[in-house]
């Protein structure tokens, strides 16, 4: 069975068959799907998901780094009102992107800063978000001494960053990019025991080979899982198997 650790399905991108996307992943041995939060926004569409499949997706609640702006303690505010409605498996995803626009670093630093502070409380794993910014989110939480532990999303860093990631007591959340050709993730990943690894799709986006430039979906982390078992030269069933186990371990509190 596969754990699909990171995907969007409640977004309008499977407004016409969000239904069928689940459905197709089960079909194909993917038994959970853990749902990282955007803004305020976006978590009723992400709640009503999981109220339709509470077997298989598991609500995270954060704020996006990308949607930190300048009523960013406003949101921050009302999603907190909202972390005890229901039992969620992590607060997420936060962190840090320095990719798309940084007019508001210092804003996503604090934001990242407050959510931490939250999942402390709760004892929750939290999900990293790092476009461009590994380097900061490892300073930023090495600074916090967090007692819990969490996932760098969509990993692809350096070998030394994945080290330190793991001395954090973090995994590294591996998609997509892995089957990109030139990604060089797959040098990386050779040097990083499969106990430290989490499979995730990010659905929609990053589709893996052979659905580059696609929408992603859940069902796609069979791709992800067979590039790595490739990259491990281990049998896919021990990639199934053993990130599954990592994933579950994670986010041993809601499962």
């Known amino acids: 069975m596969w754990f699909d650790t990171h995907a969007h399905l409640y977004v309008e991108q499977f407004d016409q068959d969000r239904q069928a996307a689940v459905e197709r992943a089960i079909s194909v041995g ?3 799907i853990a749902l990282p939060n955007i803004d305020l ?14 077997e298989t997706c598991l609500p995270m609640v954060g704020l996006h780094p990308c949607s930190v702006k300048e009523d960013y303690l406003d949101q921050l505010n009302q999603l907190e009102a909202r972390l005890n409605e229901r039992p969620i498996c ?6 840090l992107d320095f990719f798309w626009d940084t007019t508001f670093t210092q804003q996503q630093e604090d934001a990242l800063r407050i959510q931490c502070r939250w999942a402390e409380k709760m004892k929750l794993p939290i999900v990293i978000h790092s476009r461009e910014s590994i380097d900061r989110n490892i300073d930023i939480l090495t600074d916090l001494e967090l007692s819990v532990p ?3 999303h969509c990993f692809t860093g350096s070998i030394a960053q994945a080290q330190k990631i793991i001395e954090l007591g973090f995994l590294l959340g591996i998609g997509g990019v892995l089957t990109f050709k030139n990604s060089n993730l797959d040098l990386v ?6 106990q430290h690894i989490i499979l995730e799709t990010d659905a929609p986006y990053l ?5 580059r430039g696609k929408r992603n979906e859940s069902a796609y982390i069979l791709e992800v899982g067979s590039k790595l078992a490739e990259v491990k030269n281990v049998p896919l069933d021990s990639v199934a198997k053993i990130t599954s186990e990592n994933a579950k371990q994670l986010y ?4």
Not at 41 to 54: I, V
């Open 150 to 152: 969490g996932v760098f």
């Open 41 to 54: 926004e976006s978590l009723n569409d992400l709640f009503a998901l999981c109220d339709l499949y509470p």
């Open 252 to 255: 041993s509190s809601i499962l």
């Open 30 to 32: 993917v038994d959970k």
């Open 189 to 194: 990943l050779k040097e990083v025991d499969l």
């Open 207 to 211: 589709a893996p080979v052979p659905f």
């Open 90 to 95: 992590a607060i997420g995803e936060i962190g």
